[in-house]
């Protein structure tokens, strides 16, 4: 297999790499039909895979001590639609019929995706190399207005002090 080197990722695959480091974050979490209102702490693990050409990232979610919420998501740059694409698996079981599409607006990458339970969007607003945000809303099927979910804040940390995934 022949994978790129990073020299000659364009530079959209390059804006990528944003999310690649281990992160740990404080999240709030928004009551809504799958759980409630609280706070979390969260892992997460993001490698640039193939050259560069993906970043996969795995996430996992604490509250009250237990894991409450898991992810596998994969990040990758559509050149054709010039869009950032991210398919998600996650602990819900949903499965997705296809990935959340989305561009770039300076530091803030923003990405949609809708499934017949209504439209989710996710926003990482990046501070600087070692912290980012992340916010998501959901919009119900059938529904005009958007419901906070869950939003956080995300240091870089040692990879080694995350316990296995």
């Given at each position: 297999m022949n994978a790129a080197s990073f020299s000659s990722l364009s530079a959209d695959h390059?804006?990528?790499q944003a999310l690649v480091g281990a992160w740990r974050g404080e999240e709030e979490v928004a009551a809504?039909?799958?759980t409630d209102a609280g706070t979390a702490t969260s892992e997460v693990l993001a490698e640039a895979q193939f050259g560069g050409l993906f970043v996969v990232q795995r996430y996992r979610q604490r509250r009250d001590g237990t894991i409450s919420f898991g992810s596998h998501n994969v990040f990758g740059f559509d050149q054709?639609?010039?869009l950032v694409t991210m398919h998600q698996f996650d602990s819900m079981?949903?499965?997705p019929a296809s990935p959340a599409t989305g561009t770039?607006?300076?530091s803030e990458l923003n990405l949609e995706r809708s499934s017949?339970?209504?439209t989710a969007r996710v926003t990482y607003i990046f501070d600087d190399a070692d912290t980012y945000r992340m916010r998501l809303h959901f919009k119900p099927a059938g529904s005009d207005g958007w419901q906070d979910m869950v939003s956080g804040v995300y240091r870089r940390i040692s990879p080694s002090s995350i316990n296995s995934f």
């Open positions: 390059q804006r990528l809504t039909q799958w054709q639609n010039s079981g949903f499965v770039w607006n300076g017949p339970r209504g």
